[in-house]
């Protein structure tokens, strides 16, 4: 419990760091990747963990059976999405010009939803969860709702309630990627039907 109370304390930080530094898309990227991923690796390492202590790693057949479920399930709440001015406004986030641009575009969402999912339900959740789960799932949600904060309001109180269902969902799978490809291909789909939904 100490080294992963160590790792949380040294890694909470972080969580504030990306949001605070003015980029443009691709920099953003990179600093996502940089801070959220390639960093904690690093450290988690040098205190002794394992990947696959901190969910790094396929995950079994009951996450990728909840990750359906919950992706077919927020289909519905991506198309009520779009009759929210704000949301349709903010989204996509990243510039783009053709088909083309917009797949890279989405290429490099994949990426930040990658790194925010492997720090916040991997890192952050997986050691402590071993311990104490709801204190995991608890801990890893406050600094992850926190960083909403600025976005469209709507997407705070959302961010809260799928940060805890994430987490549920990750453990059960014992493993980050569940949430990854459903926070990724949800955005996705959301980005599409912000584009060629008519208002």
Not at 29 to 57: C, D, H, M, W
Not at 97 to 106: A, M, P, Q, T, Y
Request: proline residues 9%; contains cysteine.
């Amino acid at each position: 419990m100490r080294r992963a109370l160590l790792l949380y304390s040294i890694l909470f930080p972080l969580s504030f760091v990306p949001p605070l530094i003015p980029a443009s898309f691709w920099e953003h990227v990179l600093i996502v990747f940089t801070a959220y991923l390639l960093v904690p690796a690093v450290i988690s390492t040098a205190l002794g963990f394992r990947p696959e202590e901190l969910g790094l790693k396929l995950p079994n057949r009951n996450g990728l059976k909840l990750f359906a479920l919950l992706f077919v399930l927020s289909v519905p709440l991506s198309i009520y999405g779009t009759t929210v001015p704000s949301m349709r406004s903010y989204y996509p986030v990243f510039p783009y010009s053709g088909v083309v641009g917009f797949v890279l575009g989405e290429l490099g969402m994949g990426i930040i939803m990658l790194a925010h999912e492997a720090f916040y339900r991997g890192f952050l959740l997986f050691p402590l969860a071993r311990k104490n789960v709801w204190l995991a799932i608890f801990l890893q949600n406050v600094p992850y709702t926190i960083v909403h904060i600025g976005k469209p309001a709507i997407e705070v109180p959302y961010a809260f309630i799928a940060g805890i269902i994430f987490a549920k969902m990750d453990l059960e799978g014992e493993s980050f990627v569940p949430s990854f490809l459903l926070h990724w291909l949800g955005s996705a789909l959301f980005d599409v039907l912000c584009v060629v939904v008519t208002p």
